[in-house]
């Protein structure tokens, strides 16, 4: 069976815009607009969770011994 493509953050967020659109227009049939509807949820949750691993990719320092570990500011008093 063949690994189903892995688009990018971008594409998922276009096609999501591309849904909302529809969705606003009101022109779409009700069955069509759930599944839409679905489709962008599950656009949202992928947006969702590269976000997140990118957040912790950035929040990550990596030491001289080549581990990693969170990245503080601490701010002077």
């Known amino acids: 069976m063949a690994k189903e493509k892995e688009f990018t953050f971008e594409e998922n967020l276009q096609k999501l815009e591309t849904i909302v659109k529809e969705l606003e227009n009101g022109s779409i ?4 607009a759930i599944q839409k509807f679905n489709e962008a949820m599950v656009l ?3 947006c969702d969770e590269k976000l997140k691993h990118a957040q912790e990719a950035v929040s990550k320092i990596r030491n001289d011994d080549g ?3 969170d990245f503080k500011v601490e701010e002077e008093a």
């Open 29 to 32: 049939p009700l069955d069509d």
């Open 44 to 46: 949202a949750k992928a």
């Open 67 to 69: 581990t990693f570990q």
